[in-house]
């Protein structure tokens, strides 16, 4: 008898609905582990991580969230990072100049004719590189503008010594008048700073660890972290007296050595441009200290990121040889089971049997 298992009883039938229901399951499975191997995570969804990983949905969505806090933070960190480099590279050199000036001036006592016109000189020009290094950026930002940093601080920075700031000045050196110079720098009719500065006073902050925020910059007219510059001789701002005692001797002649009152004038300029270039490094001092507790946080935060993504990896990534092992007995067993069902399907009732 040769009987096909097609012509035999309903109840042998439900054999073969198993073994195809058997079959779609583990075809089901096959394709899961397909897409696993081929993207190296549970699922694509966080529907399918919870259907394959219980309770690993939530998890997963809390920890990536707070990955891309972390990861916000660093950025804006780092962003700042590279700001408060270029201002402490641009304060430095600041201070060289300041400083080579100064040092050649205080010989001024016992400075010829020729030698004060060297110092005016040396003075003219380290003015106006200063007023340009006031202009410094980090790729578009100008880092000395404050909280507006679309704007350069320093309008005539390339032409200082014809700007009002520097011709105000000149009116008081003509008559050497210490009182005169710093009356005029402290006039904010000439202001050598920019108007958005002047009505935009604050300086550039970055949220760091927890939201709390910290000052990343200087501004160019003001002190930031150690409070305006007091006693005689003073603006109260360091960078504006620099300009201002700068501005001074670049207006002196030869002709004034002779004057009695050159003598005290010149101490007083001196005096007041070395208290601006020692009260700018304490500012700078400060800076660096923020500076310090940005690349520290950055370096924590980044610690604490990667840490938060490798226990994302454990809730949605799979062991990639694990997953390529049990894809291979997978294929193996859904050929398995076909065969099956075809064998049984042309079964005779005595094969069966």
């Not at 075809?27 to 397909?34: P, W, Y």
């Not at 000439?190 to 501004?219: D, K, Q, R």
């Amino acid at each position: 008898m040769s009987t096909s298992i097609a012509s035999l009883s309903t109840g042998n039938f439900g054999l073969i609905q198993q073994l195809a229901a058997d079959s779609s399951i583990t075809s089901q499975k096959l394709a899961q582990l397909t897409i696993q191997s081929q993207t190296g995570y549970v699922a694509t969804t966080y529907a399918g991580l919870e259907t394959a990983q219980p309770g690993s949905a939530g998890q997963t969505l809390i920890l990536n969230s707070s990955i891309a806090t972390l990861n916000n933070t660093i950025s804006n960190l780092k962003i700042a990072q590279g700001q408060m480099g270029v201002q402490q590279n641009a304060i430095q050199t600041i201070s060289d100049i300041a400083s080579k000036a100064l040092t050649q001036f205080e010989g001024v006592n016992s400075l010829s004719g020729s030698a004060l016109s060297t110092a005016a000189a040396t003075a003219r020009s380290a003015v106006t590189q200063i007023a340009s290094l006031l202009n410094s950026q980090d790729g578009t930002r100008y880092i000395f503008s404050g909280q507006d940093s679309t704007v350069p601080p320093v309008p005539n920075a390339t032409s200082f010594t014809s700007a009002a700031f520097y011709v105000s000045i000149q009116s008081a050196t003509n008559s050497l008048s210490v009182s005169g110079v710093f009356a005029a720098a402290s006039n904010t009719t000439n202001s050598p700073f920019s108007s958005t500065l002047a009505s935009n006073p604050g300086v550039p902050s970055v949220l760091g660890a927890g939201g709390v925020p910290i000052t990343t910059g200087i501004a160019a007219n003001a002190n930031q972290f150690i409070g305006p510059s007091v006693g005689t001789n003073t603006t109260g701002s360091y960078m504006t007296d620099i300009l201002a005692t700068l501005s001074a001797i670049g207006g002196l002649q030869p002709g004034q050595l002779s004057n009695s009152g050159f003598t005290n004038f010149a101490n007083a300029i001196s005096t007041s441009l070395g208290n601006a270039i020692n009260t700018m490094a304490q500012d700078a001092g400060a800076l660096g200290n923020n500076q310090a507790l940005v690349n520290t946080q950055i370096t924590d935060l980044q610690q604490t990121s990667n840490a938060f993504t490798n226990q994302v990896a454990g809730f949605d990534q799979v062991d990639m040889t694990k997953t390529l092992s049990q894809l291979s007995a997978t294929q193996t067993q859904l050929q398995a089971s076909y065969q099956l069902i075809a064998a049984v399907k042309t079964m005779s009732l005595t094969q069966y049997i």
